[in-house]
Antibody
Framework: QVQLQESGPGLVKPSQTLSLTCTVSGGSISSGSYYWSWIRQPAGKGLEWIGRIYTSGSTNYNPSLKSRVTISVDTSKNQFSLKLSSVTAADTAVYYC??????????????WGQGTLVTVSS | QSVLTQPPSASGTPGQRVTISCSGS????????VNWYQQLPGTAPKLLIY???QRPSGVPDRFSGSKSGTSASLAISGLQSEDEADYYCAAWDDSLNGPWVFGGGTKLTVL
């Protein structure tokens, strides 16, 4: 059973860079069958996809965040990471890391981390 | 405002059948499969339906999904109290090579 666990600071100052890491256990991040994604959810609101990375390092980002987002992967540690620069209060949210299965009939996120709350405040 | 449109709320009594709709466009639902997620209070979303109408193992067959054109639906039959949760639809959007787009979520209340 694969498990994903987010880690990183819970409080970030405005204009600084938010940095989170997702550690994957129970499976290899190097498997060619998956993308590794970040998704966020402001309190009381819906889900917003941030971006994803393939084991090769290839990335896709949400166009609305693309200028501020970097997702990277460290296969030696079975981890992938998110950096979001120039944060504002609007970036306050629960951040989830997730596994996206590349399916013949369509892709889908099949496993989620428990989520970590990141608050942007001075 | 979400790219996919869902009703903000739905309700039913135990044993009833309820449906939740999800409306999109030709660039997302119209050309890609739809997935549904269930989010219980205070927890991460859980995959409920994938590829329009497929259930992961462990998901009761009370849950079913369908898609037609640029719309999709989630049906829950034999409603139970533990089904009270938020439900989200999702689809890949082909414009600009992504992103994944979600519905705004539907809060299901079991009366």
């Amino acid at each position: 059973q694969v498990q994903l666990q987010e880690s990183g600071p819970g409080l970030v100052k405005p204009s600084q860079t938010l940095s989170l890491t997702c550690t994957v256990s129970g499976g290899s991040i190097s498997s060619g069958s998956y993308y590794w994604s970040w998704i966020r959810q402001p309190a009381g609101k819906g889900l917003e996809w941030i971006g994803r990375i393939y084991t090769s390092g290839s990335t896709n980002y949400n166009p609305s965040l693309k200028s501020r987002v970097t997702i990277s992967v460290d296969t030696s540690k079975n981890q992938f990471s998110l950096k979001l620069s120039s944060v504002t209060a609007a970036d306050t949210a629960v951040y989830y890391c997730a596994r996206e299965l590349i399916g013949l009939g369509g892709d889908y996120v099949d496993y989620w981390g428990q989520g970590t709350l990141v608050t942007v405040s001075s | 405002q979400s790219v996919l449109t869902q009703p903000p709320s739905a309700s039913g009594t135990p044993g009833q059948r309820v449906t939740i709709s999800c409306s999109g466009s030709s660039s997302n639902i119209g050309s890609n499969t739809v997935n549904w997620y269930q989010q219980l209070p205070g927890t991460a979303p859980k995959l409920l339906i994938y590829s329009n109408n497929q259930r992961p193992s462990g998901v009761p067959d009370r849950f079913s999904g369908s898609k037609s054109g640029t719309s999709a639906s989630l049906a829950i039959s034999g409603l139970q109290s533990e089904d009270e949760a938020d439900y989200y639809c999702a689809a890949w959007d082909d414009s600009l090579n992504g992103p994944w787009v979600f519905g705004g979520g539907t809060k299901l209340t079991v009366l």
